[in-house]
């Protein structure tokens, strides 16, 4: 999808390319890639810049906007966002800020601030609005999805909201956080549906020789998943994910046959595994 940029964005943007292509004798012939690259360095390499590089997805583009630090001007800064720590280790970042959940006060105040425009909700609302951000565990996203989708809304639709929430999370919030799983190989993405429905909380060692037997070479392929946080590890060597990333990796599962148990690639939940065994429904 083309991003369209209007109003100060647009301006802003138009002010910055007619700054680097525009000289005292005319104007830079940009005719690929390694000429904007050129022009870059030789036009900021004066200048103090603050370059915010956001969702990198591939250590190329970190190689074309801010390949060399001799690029830009003594006390510029550089910013850059990316599911995959591992890029900003080959591209030689000097410090990593990883991001942590919103603690409970956080989220509950961005909550409220995107669901009543305020820092507190209305006495009805506290109850529901605790729920929320419970359910949330400090996810952004899911706030903001979540506080949109209610704002406005009576306290008989929150409550269904919520009860709604308990058999299908909002399928905003499982689509972007999809994304990072579809970058992932076929084995890596193996290891994470297996963690999401049967491995959350276990040792990384015994996961490990249960993944190895399955031919997922599990030391780099839990490696990888860390990288990218969609797992982490606990003090006490325990895999762990966030609540709304191991929903999604069910929700991958079910989706794989909705409707009959016996044809996923995974069972869980007892109602399921009882259903397959009582039916012998379960597919080669």
Not at 160 to 185: A, H, Y
Request: proline share 3%.
């Amino acid at each position: 999808m083309k991003r369209i940029l209007c109003g100060l964005d647009f301006i802003n943007n138009m002010e910055l390319i007619f700054y680097l292509v525009h000289t005292k004798y005319g104007f830079y012939s940009i005719r690929n890639v390694y000429d904007g690259i050129n022009m870059t360095g030789s036009r900021l390499r004066q200048k103090k810049v603050l370059l915010v590089i956001d969702d990198v997805a591939n250590v190329e583009q970190l190689q074309r906007l801010a390949g060399k630090r001799d690029w830009f001007g003594p006390g510029s800064r550089i910013i850059i966002t990316t599911r995959d720590e591992h890029l900003l280790k080959l591209h030689r970042v000097e410090e990593v800020y990883k991001l942590e959940a919103l603690t409970y006060d956080e989220a509950f105040r961005l909550f409220c601030l995107k669901t009543f425009e305020t820092q507190k909700p209305r006495e009805e609302y506290v109850h529901l609005s605790q729920l929320v951000v419970k359910y949330a565990s400090g996810l952004p996203l899911a706030l903001k999805v979540l506080g949109s989708f209610l704002f406005s809304r009576p306290v008989d639709e929150w409550t269904s909201t919520l009860e709604r929430l308990k058999r299908e999370p909002e399928n905003e919030i499982l689509d972007i956080l999809e994304i990072s799983f579809e970058g992932l190989k076929e084995a890596e993405k193996e290891i994470f549906l297996d963690v999401a429905c049967f491995f959350k909380g276990e040792k990384r060692d015994h996961v490990s020789k249960i993944l190895d037997s399955c031919g997922f070479e599990p030391v780099i392929g839990i490696g990888v998943l860390i990288e990218k946080s969609l797992l982490t590890v606990c003090e006490d060597n325990k895999l762990w994910m966030h609540d709304l990333l191991q929903e999604m990796g069910r929700q991958i599962v079910r989706r794989q046959s909705p409707e009959e148990p016996g044809k996923r690639s995974r069972l869980w939940e007892e109602a399921d595994i009882c259903h397959v065994l009582s039916q012998n429904s379960v597919s080669d």
